[in-house]
């Protein structure tokens, strides 16, 4: 069963190993977990519905609390302290197109806004909804998730868009087939939220980002149906795909989407290499990308989250031998892990690795072979439990991502960790942050970082709140300031859209906002998110 107000599966924990205390103690000092709500005194406070009776609408007051917010920390705080004030009004699990399009006129005609949902796993308020007096729609296509043809040939599959990574992946493996999209959320989100938010997966680098996945199919919104067909290539005019891609609910429901598969890679390893700081690390990985080395992933972490992993990995012992041997090499406290994932067939791994690790060593990186890369894959998916772990231990985590140029790379690494650092220093208060570049480009990188700071003693649900808008606007604002983009992979939903406008300026706003009004006339699908 999924937790409703945590990560993932409520069977599966991923304790704090004994180091990982003291460690959190010398960064962030001592904490305390706060209380959490019931679900079922959150039920209870549902208000009525406002909208009427529908055989495919569920009014029960679980399942809108259930749909009431994503995973963003803000929806965390509200869901954990119970101070939720905006449900659905009703919640509809469609099977078919025609039920979508039913359900689209259903909408119109009691004047709800509809709000798609996939697996809810947004961490910028795209599915949460928004005060206002009409009523609102939820539409989970949880059901719309079967795989509905295959041309093996081709190597192109249709699915229902609900389908969730892990039902996606299996229905594909029964064919030697493989999509190779891995969010770290693969496990609760879909393939439909993937093509609208345009997620990015951990092995982009080898498999492509979703835009590279994504070759057609079933749009149904207010004004109608629109089908993408999937073409290998195509020059007649605009590409309709790149309207659907970051649509982020806006233009209507996507009910169907083709994807380019391939086969189950030949072989695969991930392996670390350790350099003696992280921008000796930066300058391997941007000559390895540079020169089209054939790797699936490169993620390149920061000194400080180096050393939060091996904190927080347990194998105490191991950890000191590791760092004993590395010295040794010449790699000392600076020190920066880098993970490299090589997929393909037997001879474009073996020719992968020789090229890194030969990129690497002219830069100080020593190789550590596939102990830590493997430990790394085990967890992949796992990973995300900590933020459940380290809640109930006191302290708030979220994240934060841009991408730029290698040449302002630096720059912007020194600007966000800064500006969050010292966000909170009128309080008194420490933040612990880290960054690594996870998606890599020949002209640039994406720059995620992670950062955490202590839940209030009283456990207030307001101030730890405002503790992430001080934080998260500072930071934002430096990363716009600083020619980032807003985001990378996480899309804009509600929290980054005030930052939009500097992107794509009041011609490119005006742009969207008409082509919008053409799918959705009377304003129904997901308002308030991505644009105004
Ligand atoms: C722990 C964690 C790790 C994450 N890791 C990554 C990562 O590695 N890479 C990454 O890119 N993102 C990541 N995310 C963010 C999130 O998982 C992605 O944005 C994902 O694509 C959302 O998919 P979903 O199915 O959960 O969509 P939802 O959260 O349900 O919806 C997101 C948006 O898409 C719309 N939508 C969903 N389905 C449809 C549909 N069929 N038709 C029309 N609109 C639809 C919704 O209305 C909403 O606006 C992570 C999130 C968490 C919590």
């Known amino acids: 069963m999924r937790r409703w107000n945590g990560w993932g599966d409520e069977h599966v924990n991923y304790a704090l190993p004994v180091s990982a205390m003291p460690f959190l103690l010398k960064e962030l000092g001592l904490s305390k977990p706060s209380k959490d709500a019931h679900l079922a005194e959150l039920a209870a406070a549902v208000p009525p519905s406002r909208l009427p009776d529908h055989p495919l609408v569920s009014t029960d007051q679980v399942d809108r609390v259930l749909h009431a917010r994503g995973q963003s920390l803000p ?40 709000i798609p949902y996939g697996g809810g796993t947004s961490v910028v308020g795209h599915v949460n909804v928004l005060p206002g007096v009409a009523p609102v729609l939820t539409v989970d296509l949880r059901r719309m998730n079967r795989l509905l043809d295959l041309d093996g040939v081709s190597q192109v599959a249709t699915f229902g868009a609900g389908v969730l990574g892990p039902d996606l992946e299996a229905q594909l493996r029964a064919h030697g087939l493989t999509l190779g999209h891995y969010p770290q959320s693969f496990e609760l989100s879909t393939l439909g939220g993937w093509i609208v938010t345009r997620s990015n997966g951990q092995q982009s680098l080898g498999y492509g980002r979703i835009e590279a996945m994504f070759a057609g199919g079933r749009l149904e919104s207010p004004a109608g149906t629109m089908l993408l067909p999937a073409f290998p290539a195509s020059a007649a005019g605009p590409d309709l795909r790149e309207m659907v891609l970051g649509s982020e609910g806006r233009l209507g429901i996507l009910t169907e989407a083709s994807v380019r598969v391939r086969a189950v890679p030949e072989a695969e390893e991930f392996r670390a290499v350790f350099f003696p700081d992280f921008r000796s690390g930066q300058e391997a990985v941007r000559e390895m990308m540079q020169a089209r080395v054939p790797l699936s992933m490169l993620r390149l972490s920061s000194e400080v989250e180096t050393e939060t992993t091996l904190a927080l990995a347990g194998h105490e012992r191991l950890v000191r031998l590791l760092k004993g041997w590395l ?73 934060l991502e841009t991408a730029t140029h290698w040449s302002d790379i630096p720059r912007m690494v020194g600007v966000m960790e800064e500006t969050l650092r010292t966000g909170l220093h009128d309080i008194g208060e420490r933040v612990l942050v880290f960054s690594h570049l996870s998606h890599t480009y020949p002209s640039g990188s994406n720059v995620y970082t992670t950062y955490l700071y202590r839940i209030p003693a009283d456990g207030d649900p307001e101030e730890t709140l405002r503790r992430w808008h001080v934080l998260k606007t500072a930071a934002s604002e430096a990363i716009v300031a600083a020619g980032g983009t807003i985001t990378h992979q996480h899309g804009i939903g509600t929290d980054h859209r005030s930052y939009l406008p500097d992107e794509k300026g009041a011609l490119g706003m005006e742009a969207l906002r008409t082509s919008y009004k053409r799918f959705d006339p009377s304003g129904i699908m997901n308002p308030g998110k991505l644009i105004e």
Not at 91 to 97: G, I, K, L, R
Not at 342 to 348: D, R
Not at 349 to 360: F, I, M, N, T, Y
Request: net charge positive; hydrophobic share 40%; aromatic share 8%.
């Open 75 to 114: 929806d965390w705080i509200a869901l954990r302290s119970g101070y939720v004030s905006n449900f659905p009004d009703g919640v509809a699990y469609p099977a078919t197109n025609v039920q979508v399009r039913e359900l689209l006129e259903y909408a119109q005609r009691a004047e709800a806004r509809v």
């Open 327 to 399: 010295r040794l090499r010449g790699v000392g406290g600076n020190r920066s892990m880098l993970i490299i994932g090589l997929t393909g067939s037997e001879a474009s791994v073996s020719l992968g690795r020789q090229q890194a690790l030969d990129l690497a060593g002219n830069h100080g990186g020593v190789d550590v072979g596939r102990l830590l890369g493997n430990e790394w894959r085990k967890s992949r998916f796992r990973t995300p439990y900590l933020r459940n772990t380290l809640w109930e231990a006191g302290y708030a985590l979220d994240t």
